[in-house]
RNA sequence: GACCGGGUAGCUCAGCUGGUAGAGCAGCGGACUUUUAAUCCGCAGGUCGUGGGUUCGAGCCCCACCCCGGUCACCA
């Protein structure tokens, strides 16, 4: 087993220290401590000042580095905004404080005070008249050494690399490594900018069930669980998407929800069993106006969070000034995979589909070859963003369908970026007769075609639908998936801060 | 699920055609009152993912399993 696992004999020796500590009288867990500064404010002021430096800092953080020089000692400090040296005296602490010192390891929490002075090498350090231990490190953390060479690169010595170790424990890979608490800063701020987007436009944030007694929204596999009091199954949503639309049958007109969906799926670098939705709808919208939503959202989100409109992801280049470019399904299809699909037979898709390497095109209808040619011929070529539009009716069973007529078409679009899905719209079904005939088809197709991600036929739903659901635009959004655009991370295990991994 | 790669000290890794395991950093003891990969001297640290097998002898070869990563498939 690789990861921090025992280090027996280091957790001893610290155990030790901690023994001694306490035998100096020293609290080695403490209660509280008031710093006035952070490491980054505390350097940004002495250089403001110009090298007067009679103020008193006072910092909390954790011990990054140790250099003791038998009665002097440097250390870095490092707290959220970053590191700053500090620099102990014997004479300064006195031989019972300077002790403290000697017991000090990498990973403790300190609080340190003391004014700021420049080093001779030039570098702003504090030099500390007080320190206080706040709480010992029994467990080494799997620090690198950091060099900072003459060209002022900074190289990576060791480190903490192994992949499933860093996901395990999530809190070892963020206490060593600052670019990872950023990019969990990142994703908070992409969240924070969603909610004051939609806040300012009239939209209510709320809270729906995650246990749920019939689940859907989305064609996916549910988690089941079970309630002991109720004596009931019940499932983790699939998606918020149903429910959200019966409060705007209930009036509430613009809401939106940002939580966990669960999906009983297959992982890999895209996939994660549990993933962060936002999903918005508006009353009286259509899905040309959830295009500008999303639009304006997305570029806002990138606006705030890259301070430009343009975002680098894995070596391209992806601008989302809007408007972005806005294609069919079909003319997607007919522009990358050269295919008139939509006048094709279902003979021709098949020769095209096996052409395209579709597997299992041999035993595929009309839609599944179409959704496979388009997976296969399409997707990757979509680095975006672009706007998809008009698919085929089967693959939207929520959606209403094109208002000209053609009932084998569904005003539903897809955002993709990077070759990936990232939001899925459309115009909401809104008629409840037309609404049970969809549910009731999909439960032909489980029953006959044995298809698990079927929906179910939701009978509260169609009541709700009953007491009339307004012509109403709604809008999911992948999350992590949008965060790992803005963080150029091809894993989304990277942007999620606890992964699900097997139990090993 | 299939295929490929990986799992050796706390961390990062090396380990030849099979001969009972090494380095750097971290740790421990000592020296050192402006260092910054501090330095110098000394020491300790390992069920080699797990279980079988082959062999006089296995980290290395064979089989099964576990976990991770990558690619593909699944996610109509």
Redesign the pocket.
């Known amino acids: 087993?690789?990861?921090?696992?025992?280090?027996?004999?280091?957790i001893r020796?610290?155990q030790?220290?901690l023994r001694r500590l306490q035998e100096l009288g020293v609290e080695p867990y403490a209660y509280r401590y008031e710093p006035t500064t952070s490491a980054g404010a505390a350097i940004r002021d002495y250089e403001a000042m110009a090298g007067e430096s009679s103020v008193t800092s006072r910092l909390a953080g954790r011990v990054r580095?140790?250099?003791?020089?038998?009665?002097?000692t440097?250390v870095?400090l490092e707290d959220r905004t970053g590191k700053v040296?500090v620099?102990f005296?014997?004479?300064a602490l006195g031989d019972e404080g300077y002790e403290l010192i000697?017991l000090l390891?990498?990973g403790d929490w300190i609080g340190v005070e003391g004014p700021m002075?420049?080093?001779?090498?030039?570098?702003v350090?504090l030099?500390a008249d007080k320190l206080e231990l706040l709480a010992k490190t029994v467990r080494?953390?799997?620090?690198?050494?950091?060099?900072?060479s003459e060209t002022g690169e900074v190289?990576q010595?060791?480190?903490?690399?192994?992949?499933?170790?860093?996901?395990?424990q999530r809190y070892a890979d963020l206490a060593v490594h600052p670019e990872v608490r950023s990019l969990f800063v990142t994703r908070a701020q992409v969240l924070r900018e969603i909610r004051s987007f939609l806040d300012e436009r009239g939209f209510l944030h709320v809270e729906t069930p995650i246990l749920q007694p019939i689940y859907g929204g989305?064609?996916?596999?549910p988690f089941t669980t079970y309630h002991r009091a109720l004596d009931a199954e019940l499932y983790l949503r699939i998606a918020d998407e149903l429910y959200l639309k019966r409060l705007i049958v209930g009036g509430l007109e613009r809401v939106y929800e940002i939580g966990q969906v669960f999906?009983n799926?297959?992982?890999?670098?895209?996939?994660n069993p549990e993933f962060s939705m936002l999903e918005v709808y508006q009353a009286y919208a259509d899905y040309h106006d959830m295009m500008d939503l999303t639009e304006g959202l997305v570029h806002h989100i990138v606006q705030e969070v890259k301070g430009s409109s343009v975002v680098e992801y894995d070596g391209n280049e992806l601008d989302f000034k809007p408007p972005w470019p806005r294609s069919t399904w079909y003319e997607a299809l007919e522009k990358h995979g050269s295919l008139d699909a939509y006048a094709l037979d279902v003979a021709s898709l098949r020769a095209a589909a096996l052409d395209a390497?579709?597997?299992?095109a041999e035993d595929?209808?009309r839609?599944?070859l179409l959704?496979?040619l388009f997976?296969?011929l399409v997707e990757d070529e979509l680095t975006g963003p672009v706007i998809i539009y008009d698919y085929p009716v089967?693959?939207s069973p929520l959606a209403k369908h094109k208002r000209d007529g053609d009932t084998s078409l569904t005003e539903r679009f897809e955002l993709f970026v990077a070759g990936r899905e990232i939001a899925n719209a459309f115009s909401e079904l809104n008629d409840p007769f037309e609404q049970r005939e969809r549910f009731e088809a999909?439960v032909r197709?489980r029953e006959e075609?044995g298809?698990e991600?079927?929906h179910q036929v939701d009978e509260d739903y169609i009541s709700a639908l009953e007491y009339g659901l307004p012509p109403t635009g709604g809008m999911g959004l992948g999350i992590d998936r949008l965060v790992m655009i803005l963080t150029d991370r091809?894993?989304i295990?990277d942007v999620i801060l606890f992964?699900t991994?097997?139990?090993?």
Do not use: C, N
């Open positions: 087993m690789t990861g921090t696992g025992d280090a027996q004999h280091v020796a610290r030790e220290k580095s140790l250099r003791p020089h038998g009665k002097t440097f870095h040296q620099y005296r014997q004479d000697k390891d990498l002075f420049r080093t001779r090498t030039g570098e350090t030099r080494p953390l799997p620090y690198g050494k950091e060099e900072t190289v010595h060791s480190g903490f690399a192994d992949l499933e170790s860093r996901y395990r989305a064609t996916a596999r999906r799926e297959g992982i890999d670098r895209t996939h390497g579709v597997e299992g595929k209808g839609t599944a959704d496979g997976k296969a089967e693959l999909q197709m075609e298809w991600e079927a091809s894993s295990r992964p991994l097997r139990s090993g």
